[in-house]
């Protein structure tokens, strides 16, 4: 167990909410457009658009941990 705290994990948690505030104000700017769409599709569209922001999460939160991105 380490004595001092790593300076990654700060940095990863604010990576993160910035992941979180491009990926949100992202798929917002697409809503006019998104709109247009019929239900199902729209429905489909931010069920992914809801999903794929966790994808870069697993390398950024091994970083945090390891210090590497790549196990």
């Not at 491009?22 to 769409?37: E, I, Q, Y």
Request: proline share 7%; glycine share 10%.
């Amino acid at each position: 167990m380490k004595a001092e705290p790593s300076w990654r994990k700060p940095a990863g948690i604010f990576a993160i909410l910035g992941l979180i505030l491009v990926w949100g104000v992202l798929v917002a700017s697409m809503a006019g457009a998104v709109g247009r769409w019929p239900v199902l599709v729209q429905a489909i569209f931010y069920l992914i658009a809801g999903i794929a922001w966790i994808l870069p999460l697993k390398p950024l939160l091994r970083w945090m941990e390891t210090g590497h991105f790549r196990a």
